[in-house]
């Protein structure tokens, strides 16, 4: 429902479905929606770039301004994470955290501002569970060779063949429908709240209501939530990569 | 003989919209075991804090990841019983 609607105060019902598609491509038989978890995504992803070339313009060894402070924070914050997380051998794996991590969290964090997360649509975090389940196996391989990545399903038994390919195909699965069902039932109760408030409203006549109550809850459900579930997505990532190394030494 | 045709439609689709009714509200009685499981951890995490005062921060952030792990079952039954109530895949299936 849109934000004239939930003003007015007239309560037209609950809309939950899926993004809208903005324009659509039609390729010699194939056709490509343009939805609008992509448009927003594109606009994210300017967003975050425009930033970052901002935050390292001008960068002095000493003397340093305020935003190469809170550059270099970030940059500390999200290397000693990884390092705590997965050892000094996978210091290089950074990168892809921080950018996972920003790319999550503002995902969510658009709801705030009245569009549809990024993270709602089941596309996105299924994308990043199965780049993670291509990570995990082929550490496992490379750490273990591909006759030790096979002797790893039947151990300690083989009567545990199933089980484990089963917990296998559950990684992938239960950490995209986390991330995407926290999201979507944030919106879903948020979408709920609004139009409850608007009914009041409406039988009422006065926007007294409407106005600091959504605010308040969409703390918890968007804000919290989205937090949350962002950084789970990446220690779980970071958890299960360094088991599948292994090794545990530096 | 003469067969009378009955238009089955309606009662059809009240039975698919009734039993997804009725399937909504079980589906979140998978909302008991997370409750269950993560009081009890907080419990837990509460007991070492008093022990160790000074391991409060990796205490409570470790509960916090624990407690978002442990919630993914409760919201399954969550999302089911959403999709049955605002996307429901039957609907389509019955109406003729």
């Not at chain 1, 770039?49 to 190469?68: A, G, M, P, R």
């Not at chain 1, 994308?127 to 990545?149: D, E, Q």
């Not at chain 1, 790893?152 to 038994?157: A, E, L, S, T």
């Not at chain 2, 407690?67 to 019955?94: D, H, Q, R, W």
Request: with cysteine; hydrophobic share 50%.
């Amino acid at each position: 429902m849109s934000i004239s609607d939930f003003l007015r105060g007239s309560p037209d019902g609950v809309d939950v479905s899926g993004p809208k598609i903005v324009c659509s491509f039609d390729l010699g038989g194939l056709t490509i929606n343009l939805t609008e978890t992509i448009v927003l995504s594109w606009g994210i992803i300017l967003v975050v770039t425009l930033l970052l070339l901002w935050l390292t313009s001008d960068l002095k060894t000493k003397d340093i301004s305020k935003k190469q402070a809170v550059a270099e924070w970030a940059v500390k914050t999200v290397y000693g994470l990884v390092e705590d997380t997965m050892g000094k051998r996978w210091r290089w794996f950074a990168p892809y955290i921080g950018a996972l991590f920003t790319f999550s969290i503002l995902g969510s964090l658009i709801s705030m501002l009245g569009l549809r997360s990024v993270t709602a649509d089941f596309n996105v975090p299924l994308t990043w569970a199965l780049i993670t389940f291509v990570l995990i196996h082929g550490t496992n391989i490379k750490t273990h060779g591909f006759g030790g990545y096979l002797k790893g399903y039947v151990d300690p038994v083989p009567v545990m063949l199933p089980i484990n390919i089963l917990s296998e195909i559950a990684t992938p699965v239960s950490m995209s429908l986390r991330h995407f069902g926290n999201v979507v039932s944030g919106m879903v109760i948020t979408s709920l709240l609004y139009y409850a408030l608007s009914v009041i409203t409406a039988k009422i006549g006065v926007a007294f209501m409407t106005i600091g109550i959504p605010a308040v809850m969409s703390l918890y459900f968007d804000l919290f939530s989205g937090f949350m579930q962002a950084f789970i997505f990446i220690m779980l990532t970071m958890v299960y990569i360094s088991n599948a190394d292994g090794n545990a030494e530096t | 003989m003469e067969t009378n045709n009955v238009d089955y439609t309606e009662l059809s689709r009240a039975i698919v919209l009734g039993a997804s009714a009725l399937g909504a509200g079980t589906a979140m009685i998978a909302g008991i075991g997370p409750g269950i499981g993560e009081g009890y951890a907080v419990g837990k995490a509460c007991e070492s804090i008093g022990r160790q005062p000074e391991s409060s921060g990796a205490v409570t952030r470790t509960m916090f990841i624990g407690c978002a792990v442990a919630e993914s079952t409760g919201i399954y039954g969550l999302l089911v019983a959403l999709l049955l109530m605002f996307a429901n895949p039957f609907i389509n299936k019955v109406s003729g």
